[in-house]
């Protein structure tokens, strides 16, 4: 029960979150048990953002998931992402942050996991 929700300066057009869609479909695999079947996904683009005092391209990615994955897994999947940003909205590497919050309360569906 994934969620991530990307901010980012860059602008998100219909396209890029198609290949944004697909591309994180295919990352949250990289941790065990999580497939792009139960992944939820939210793009922000366009939003005014400073990196090191100045106006730049950058994002934020925040990482919700159910239960607990290896920190090898998430370092898998902070590669993907910054190679997933830079190819489809160049937001270079050291402009992108990431936050992981993993959680054992996840409703869904009407009731708790």
């Not at 996904?41 to 934020?60: R, T």
């Not at 998430?74 to 940003?85: G, H, Q, R, S, V």
């Amino acid at each position: 029960m994934p969620m991530i929700a990307l901010t980012t300066a860059a602008s998100v057009t219909p396209q890029a979150a198609q290949q944004l869609t697909a591309g994180f479909g295919k990352a949250i695999t990289l941790i065990p048990g999580k497939s792009e079947s139960h992944l939820m996904l939210s793009f922000q683009g366009g939003v005014a953002m400073s990196f090191g005092g100045k106006a730049s391209n950058a994002a934020f990615v925040s990482v919700n998931c159910f239960g607990h994955a290896p920190r090898e897994a998430y370092e898998k999947l902070t590669a993907a992402i910054c190679e997933l940003l830079q190819a489809v909205l160049d937001v270079p590497p050291e402009n992108v942050f990431i936050k992981y919050s993993e959680t054992e309360n996840w409703g869904w569906n009407g009731y708790n996991l």
